[in-house]
């Protein structure tokens, strides 16, 4: 395992990444209405982020730090938007969004060299669209990130994240799933250590200032497996049960957590 600490400096492009990854997914809950298409929100996404002299992480990804856009197995879009029972992944398309469906979008940027990467579930519509379960699902989800956030403190271990997002998911039922979990992060979107997002039998790597995470819960309204589907990229919940993921990116200091996919 190779884990880098990071600068106050590096911290800072981070930082800048992590603002522009924030615009976006303000922008996205400011346009998501009923009948508008995931591939419309992916323009609006990459043309923000290029805007601000970001580059889409996503765009032409394979994995680790190859992209090439003449690859066909190339991730085709700048974002991940995933619908009711997709988990993460999803390939913005045609799609029309409909009152009540779960939004979860996923966004990476890259700015000088650095990376940010945060995700939130949104109900289209507005949450009054969804039914109290799927909005249970939601509102747990987003608790359960903040959870995780909060215990990314200097002294504690990977597993006390892992800890504080199962013991938010669990009590209301939860499903959490184990195949997708959190991860480090800077000049490469994923980095070690990964973060699950709940307990094994290790303590995992001791947090110490300058260390930088991606902590990202996924929970679901049923079964924690999962499933790819043809196109090799969008996963889906095994039972059909709906799914929600919230990600924040966040940098350990001496002062505790601070999340730079913020504005």
């Known amino acids: 395992m190779h884990v880098t600490r990071k600068s106050r400096a590096e911290i800072a492009k981070m930082r800048s990444a ?19 298409s995931t591939a419309e929100i992916d323009r609006l996404a990459e043309r923000h982020i290029r805007g601000a002299k970001g580059v889409p992480s996503f765009l032409n990804y394979l994995g680790g730090r190859r992209y090439d856009a003449r690859d066909p197995h190339a991730y085709p879009a700048s974002t991940c938007i995933s619908i009711d ?4 992944h999803g390939i913005p398309g045609d799609r029309e969004i409909r009152a009540g ?10 700015y000088d060299d650095w ?9 289209c519509g507005g949450p009054d669209a969804a039914t109290p379960a799927a909005k249970g699902l939601v509102d747990t989800t987003r608790l359960a990130l903040m ?7 200097p002294g504690n271990f ?3 994240i ?3 997002v199962e013991d938010v998911a669990t009590p209301g039922g939860y499903g959490v799933v184990r195949q997708y979990v959190g991860h480090g992060i800077g000049t490469s979107m994923h980095e070690d250590p990964q973060v699950p997002n709940f307990r094994s039998r290790s303590k995992g790597l001791k947090l110490e200032p300058g260390l930088c995470l991606a902590i990202e819960p996924m929970l679901t309204l049923g079964s924690e497996g999962t499933q790819t589907l043809a196109d090799g990229w969008t996963v889906v919940t095994w039972d059909g049960s709906l799914a ?4 924040h990116t966040v940098a350990v200091t001496t002062e505790g957590p601070e999340i730079l996919t913020t504005v």
């Open 85 to 88: 029972n997709e988990i993460v």
């Open 162 to 164: 892992s800890g504080a």
């Open 18 to 36: 992590g603002r522009i990854v924030a615009e976006v997914l303000a922008l996205v809950e400011e346009s998501l209405h009923p009948g508008v």
């Open 115 to 123: 990376h940010g990467d945060g995700a939130r579930t949104f109900v």
């Open 101 to 110: 469906q779960l939004v979860s979008v996923d966004v990476g940027v890259i």
């Open 244 to 247: 929600a993921h919230f990600e």
């Open 147 to 153: 959870a995780g956030v909060n215990a990314t403190r």
């Open 158 to 160: 990977i597993a006390d």
